[in-house]
């Protein structure tokens, strides 16, 4: 680990440099020299003999004390390392590398946006992690002759393939220097990869692929998803007046207030703000067109009120953006100097039409989407009200008939000799 990280510490500190052409190099390559001694050092332990204690004891002190004498001398390397300005020091940066560590220096066409990718590590991890796990839990189902509809599988790995395309393409790495190719990006992982992954019923798929662990065993990962489901914090967050605000809140709250600009100017922050997007819109559409049964199930016309409150605060929001005469974010913006797109408020004029299209368009999807669940579960009850109809297992009817029996029974006026 002290070879890997000391490698990319110097591929860093050198700067494309020759090791030899700097004093850093030098020092850099001693101490590589004196971690290998280290390592040669310590491997002399495993050949010890086992049968003579003192020698054991003796020859371990021998090497324990080289060892400490090794880590000290790389330790004072160190202390010089960090008293020279290394080569990387005289390479001119630009404003966008200390922001991105990259450049941005080609204008976005379509063919750069397409073409120029720049590997998001987090969300490829993330989307690996996702689509693998998911891949292996139906593959366990198969193996134990339970079927899972393809179509959920497919959605699921669309919705990962989404989150990929859109983080580590030519969007994701020009997403940061412009607002209107960032409310692509917004729209994408709010709306699209959600609606995708919802639709995909890892929870369910999950429970089932799981088994129960039996009572003198510790809990495994079925009893953990169950955990999880019932955590309180995960009940509250679900909690349908509160996913709705934060859908909607969120445009409102990151972009009119300072916390879009601050997130832009850190990696870290912008990757919380992407995932926030992420994690935001999974809770909001699985509450409204999920697989998988949310801890407070909403009927379908909360459903459809939902979704159709939320499509006026969208358009709100982007006609908002559109008239606006001040730039979000102007300041960070303007030390970008971007050679390809110099007028800031033509952008943001841009990015707001984008939030108010590409805004309505998925919430109209899900609407479609949503009556075609509830007409498919209207005619699934149909059936089965059919199916006990005539079996003889409903009695309902014969119930009801002589519910009105008994009320006609009250009300007859009549002498029982004239009551038929």
């Not at 002190?61 to 202390?79: P, S």
């Not at 003198?216 to 009893?223: L, M, N, Q, S, T």
């Not at 998925?362 to 059936?383: G, I």
Request: proline share 7%; aromatic share 12%.
């Amino acid at each position: 680990m002290m070879a890997l990280f000391g490698g990319v510490e110097a591929w860093f500190f050198l700067a494309g440099s020759a090791p030899s052409a700097s004093p850093t190099g030098w020092l850099l390559g001693a101490r590589f020299v004196l971690l290998a001694a280290l390592g040669v050092l310590l491997l002399r332990l495993r050949g010890l003999p086992g049968t003579d204690v003192r020698a054991v004891r003796a020859r371990t002190r021998r090497v324990g004390v080289l060892a400490v004498v090794l880590v000290a001398a790389m330790g004072g390397l160190d202390v010089a390392l960090s008293r020279l300005p290394p080569p990387n020091y005289f390479v001119p940066t630009s404003v966008a590398q200390l922001y991105f560590g990259y450049n941005v220096d080609a204008a976005p066409t379509p063919t750069v946006l397409a073409l120029d990718w720049r590997p998001n590590i987090f969300f490829l991890v993330l989307s690996a992690v996702g689509a693998g796990l998911y891949l292996f839990a139906v593959a366990r189902l198969r193996r134990r002759g339970d079927r899972w509809p393809p179509g959920r599988t497919l959605a699921w790995l669309l919705g990962w393939l989404c989150v990929v395309l859109t983080t580590s393409s030519g969007l994701g790495k020009y997403a940061d220097a412009s607002f209107s190719l960032h409310m692509i990006l917004h729209m994408s992982l709010n709306m699209l990869c959600p609606v995708l992954l919802v639709l995909g019923g890892p929870i369910t798929l999950a429970l089932r692929a799981t088994t129960p662990a039996a009572a003198d065993r510790a809990p495994g990962p079925h009893e953990w998803v169950k955990a999880i489901l019932h955590w309180p914090v995960l009940q509250h967050l679900n909690n349908p007046l509160w996913v709705f605000a934060e859908f909607i809140g969120s445009y409102y709250v990151l972009y009119f207030t300072p916390i879009f600009e601050q997130a832009m100017r850190y990696h870290w922050a912008h990757q919380l703000f992407n995932v926030h997007l992420l994690v935001v819109g999974y809770f909001f559409y699985s509450l409204v067109i999920g697989v998988d049964k949310p801890p407070r199930p909403v009927p379908h016309l909360g459903k459809l009120g939902l979704v159709l409150a939320a499509m006026p605060f969208h358009a709100f929001f982007g006609v908002i953006v559109m008239t606006s005469t001040t730039v979000i974010a102007g300041e960070f913006y303007q030390w970008l100097s971007r050679p390809w797109w110099p007028d800031l408020l033509a952008d943001q004029y841009a990015g707001g039409g984008i939030a108010w299209a590409a805004g309505e368009v998925p919430l109209l999807v899900v609407v479609l989407a949503l009556l075609t669940q509830w007409a498919r579960q209207d005619r699934r009850e149909r059936r089965r009200v059919d199916r006990h109809l005539d079996s003889g297992l409903d009695e309902s009817f014969e119930a009801y008939n002589e519910m009105l029996g008994r009320l006609a029974e009250r009300h007859d006026t009549r002498p029982l000799q004239e009551r038929p």
